[in-house]
């Protein structure tokens, strides 16, 4: 599976951004699909996940009222909604697959990384 993600940007605070991350090589539909950042200096953290259903979804706690997933079995892909954005969103966001692996909030849990995308948020 690769995956590939777009859509980040400089955005002001109170901004919105929608981040894609398509696939290829093989369908996501049965891949439970996550994106997780990492901002300068940090280890990469979870940011949300979304079920091959598309209805189960999960959210850190930081993102949580803010941020949307989704996903589009048809097209392969699965997007990040993002509003109110703040500059403590900055970071390079990834997209990543996981099938067969039981866990959801760390980056052992995915099978599968895209390259990132930088989300800029100015004060």
């Known amino acids: 599976v690769q995956l590939q993600a777009s859509g980040g940007g400089l955005v002001q605070a109170g901004g919105s951004l929608r981040l894609s991350c398509a696939a290829s090589g093989r369908t996501l539909s049965s891949y439970v699909m996550g994106w997780f950042r990492q901002a300068p200096g940090k280890e990469r953290e979870f940011v949300s996940a979304i079920n091959w259903s598309n209805i189960m979804t999960y959210y850190a706690d930081s993102v949580k009222g803010r941020f949307t997933i989704s996903r589009d079995n048809a097209k392969n892909t699965v997007y990040l909604q993002m509003n109110s954005l703040k500059p403590d969103d900055t970071a390079v966001y990834y997209c990543?697959?996981?099938?067969?692996?039981?866990?959801?909030?760390?980056?052992?849990?995915?099978?599968?990384w895209g390259q990132g995308t930088q989300v800029t948020v100015s004060s």
């Open positions: 990543a697959a996981k099938i067969l692996r039981p866990g959801l909030l760390t980056t052992y849990d995915y099978n599968y």
